[in-house]
């Protein structure tokens, strides 16, 4: 069965970055897109950006560009989001999901804290 | 890109139908059948309970049901039951090659 697996949560100072990654399985991972949404404490859903993972083709939401990086190595089955100059209205867990059938499989999400 | 519009809060009692509108642009929702709908029960990652406007992944039960018109998106939930209470979002592809969401919609079965 499609599994998307997180890496853990993670703590970071103002200014920082931070690396999330999303191990695929279960699938076919070139064959699809990989989504990247975030969900601050209480509220709803943001689209940062996606990548077609068989030829790295990125886009991502105006208001990530340029913080955000999304790559991916097809040889690990690992999608990464990188988010960059992290201020404390970063925190919020974020997910990745597979583009099939809408996000019709996602990762257990990744809490990503942002304090001083 | 703005959000799309739900309404904040929907309630109704077992067994009764409600209706959870997704309120767009002719730039997302009315551009494409790309609109999606999530469920998501407290703590847990979102579940896809319809795609491509008016789709069932497998296994979704058939109480639920999606539909469009114009720029506004509607998911159905018919023979409302205790599992049903969670927040539902809806989503959509854009003519920009991007996804906006809806804020999202709090159901309470009474």
């Known amino acids: 069965q499609v599994q998307l697996v997180q890496s853990g949560a993670e703590v970071r100072m103002p200014g920082d970055s931070v690396k999330v990654s999303c191990k695929a399985s279960?699938?076919?991972?070139?064959?699809?897109?990989m989504y990247w949404v975030r969900q601050a404490p209480g509220q709803g859903f943001e689209w940062m950006g996606w990548i077609n993972a068989a030829n790295g083709y990125t886009k991502y939401s105006e208001k990530f560009q340029g913080r955000v990086t999304i790559t991916r190595d097809t040889s690990a089955t690992t999608a990464y989001m990188e988010l960059s100059s992290l201020i404390p209205e970063d925190t919020g867990v974020y997910y990745c999901?597979?583009?099939?059938?809408?996000?019709?499989?996602w990762g257990q999400g990744t809490l990503v804290t942002v304090s001083s | 890109q703005s959000a799309l519009t739900q309404p904040a809060s929907v309630s109704g009692s077992p067994g009764q139908s409600i209706t959870i509108s997704c309120t767009g642009t002719s730039s997302d929702v009315g551009a494409y059948n790309f609109v999606s709908w999530y469920k998501q029960d407290p703590g847990k990652a979102p579940k896809v309970m319809i795609y491509d406007v008016s789709n069932r992944p497998s296994g979704i039960s058939n109480r639920f049901s999606g539909s469009k018109s114009g720029n506004t998106a509607s998911l159905s939930i018919s023979g409302l039951q205790a599992e049903d209470e969670a927040d539902y979002y809806c989503s959509s592809y854009t003519t920009s090659s991007t996804v906006v969401f809806g804020g999202g919609t709090k159901l309470t079965v009474l």
């Open positions: 999901a597979r583009n099939y059938n809408g996000l019709g499989a």
């Open positions: 279960g699938y076919t991972f070139s064959l699809y897109e």
